[in-house]
C-alpha cells in the first residue's frame, strides 16, 4: 500500500485492466472493427493520462476529445503515431493551434469547412472528420448543408478525410423509432455526398450503438461510456466490468434512539435504537446532494442507506443492521464498486452514469491498478 494512504479518507481505484478488457470487448462486439476511444472530461473522469496510455497498449489509435485544449494535454501523453480528434470543431484563427498539436478538427458546418479547406490549400493537406447531423440536433452538418454541399463538392476540395460521422439520439433504447431514422438519414447523406466521402470510414455508433444491430457498426466505433463500465443499455444486464470503486472511511458511530433526527434541515428523523455512520464524502467531492436519503453505501456485504441530506464534506449512513464489528469509526464503506455500480449510484441521485463519473471529486485519493502501470497519480 503506498505509505500516501495513511490517513487517507477516501480512496478512489481505478482499474485499468477492467477499462481494457471492456475495450476489447467492443471490439469483439464490432466484429474486430477498430475501435477509438471517447477520453473526453479527463476520460470520463477516470483520469486521461493513465487511461489514454492504458488504451493505446491494448491497440487504440483514434482517440477523441471534446476540446482544443483537451487535444493538446493528450499530445503530450500519447505516443507521436496517436490520432486525435476535437468534437467540438474549430474557431476561426484556431487552424494553426490544430495542426501544431497535430489534431484533427471535427468539422461541424460548411463554415469549419470553408476554414479548413483554406487552410490546407495554404499549409498542405491535413485531415479532419467530416460530421453531419442525422437527428440529434446539436452538432455537424445539417440537411440544407448536406444539400449545399452535395451540390458543390469542390467545397470540400484538398481535405483529407479521416472519418465522416453523425451521433445517434436514443441508442440506449434499441426499440426507439429515431434510431432507424437516423440510421437511414445517415445512409442518404453517404449516397449524396459519394463525391466527397468515397472510400472515409463511416462511424455512427458511441458505446449503445456498438449493442444495436451491426448495420450501425459501419467502419469504427466511438465509445465512451461502456469502456468505463457503465451499461450500454439500460433494460439489459450489463456486459461491461467495473472500472472504479470508491471507499470512505467511518470517521464517527452515533448510538441513536428516539426522538432525534439526522442532518441539516432535519429530514431523517430516528424511529428506534440504532446506529449512524458519519463518512468523509460529500457533494464537494462529487457526491450528489440528490442522492441525500435515496443512495446507499455496503459496509461488509450489506447494502446501508443514505440518511439525511448529504453535506459538503460528509453524509450519514444508518449501519443498525451492519456486522457490528464493521460499523466501527476507521473502517471502510463502499460508495461505489462491483456491488453498487455507478449506474445504480446514478438511479438513487436521479440521474446518469455519465454525470457520476464524470464528477468524481479532486480529494479523493487515486490509485491505479492494473495496465502494467500501478500506483498513486
Ligand atoms: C461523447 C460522445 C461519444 C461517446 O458516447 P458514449 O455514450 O459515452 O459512448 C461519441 N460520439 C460523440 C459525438 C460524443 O459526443
Redesign the pocket.
Known amino acids: 500500500m503506498p505509505s500516501s494512504a495513511h490517513g487517507a479518507e477516501a480512496i478512489l481505484t481505478i482499474d485499468l485492466d477492467a477499462v481494457a478488457s471492456n475495450y476489447r470487448l467492443l471490439q469483439a462486439r464490432m466484429g474486430g472493427k477498430p475501435v477509438a476511444p471517447?477520453v473526453?472530461a479527463d476520460a470520463?473522469g477516470l483520469g486521461v493520462d493513465r487511461v489514454a496510455p492504458a488504451l493505446w497498449r491494448e491497440g487504440a489509435r483514434l482517440f477523441?476529445v471534446?476540446q482544443l485544449s483537451e487535444a493538446v494535454a493528450l499530445r503530450e501523453i500519447l505516443p507521436a503515431e496517436a490520432e486525435i480528434a476535437v468534437?467540438n470543431g474549430l474557431f476561426p484563427g484556431e487552424e494553426t493551434a490544430f495542426a501544431a498539436a497535430r489534431t484533427m478538427p471535427?468539422l461541424n458546418d460548411l463554415g469549419q469547412l470553408e476554414l479548413w479547406r483554406a487552410f490546407c490549400r495554404q499549409r498542405g493537406p491535413a485531415p479532419a472528420v467530416l460530421?453531419i447531423d442525422t437527428g440529434?440536433t446539436?452538432?455537424g452538418l445539417e440537411p440544407r448543408e448536406v444539400d449545399r454541399l452535395a451540390g458543390s463538392p469542390e467545397l470540400a476540395d484538398g481535405i483529407p478525410f479521416a472519418m465522416v460521422?453523425s451521433?445517434l439520439a436514443c441508442?440506449?433504447t434499441p426499440e426507439h423509432p429515431l434510431n432507424q431514422q437516423q440510421l437511414t438519414a445517415f445512409h442518404d447523406a453517404l449516397d449524396r455526398l459519394s463525391a466527397v466521402v468515397a472510400n472515409v470510414p463511416r462511424?455512427l455508433a458511441?458505446?449503445?450503438?456498438?449493442f444495436l444491430s451491426s448495420a450501425f457498426h459501419f467502419d469504427i466505433a466511438?465509445?465512451?461510456?461502456?469502456?468505463?463500465g457503465?451499461r450500454?443499455q439500460e433494460s439489459k444486464p450489463n456486459p461491461m466490468a467495473c472500472c472504479v470503486q470508491l471507499r470512505a472511511r467511518i470517521l464517527q458511530i452515533r448510538h441513536v434512539d428516539s426522538p432525534m433526527t439526522v442532518g441539516y434541515g432535519a429530514t431523517h428523523s430516528i424511529r428506534g435504537p440504532g446506529l449512524i455512520a458519519t463518512i468523509a464524502v460529500g457533494y464537494a467531492d462529487g457526491l450528489l446532494r440528490a442522492s441525500g436519503g435515496r443512495g446507499h453505501a455496503v459496509l461488509g456485504g450489506c447494502l446501508v442507506p443514505m440518511v439525511g441530506r448529504v453535506s459538503m464534506d460528509l453524509i450519514t449512513l444508518d449501519v443498525s443492521n451492519a456486522p457490528e464489528h464493521l460499523a466501527q469509526p476507521g473502517q471502510w464503506v463502499e460508495l461505489i464498486g462491483r456491488d453498487i455500480p455507478p449506474d445504480s449510484v446514478a438511479d438513487a441521485a436521479g440521474t446518469i452514469g455519465?454525470e457520476i463519473l464524470t464528477s468524481l471529486g479532486a480529494r479523493y485519493e487515486r490509485r491505479y491498478i492494473g495496465g502494467g502501470n500501478e500506483g498513486v497519480r
Not at 458511441?206 to 456498438?210: F, K, L, M, P
Open positions: 471517447m473526453k470520463y477523441f471534446a468534437l471535427v460530421h440529434l446539436r452538432l460521422m451521433h441508442a440506449d462511424s458511441a458505446s449503445s450503438g456498438i466511438r465509445p465512451g461510456a461502456a469502456l468505463y457503465l450500454p455519465y
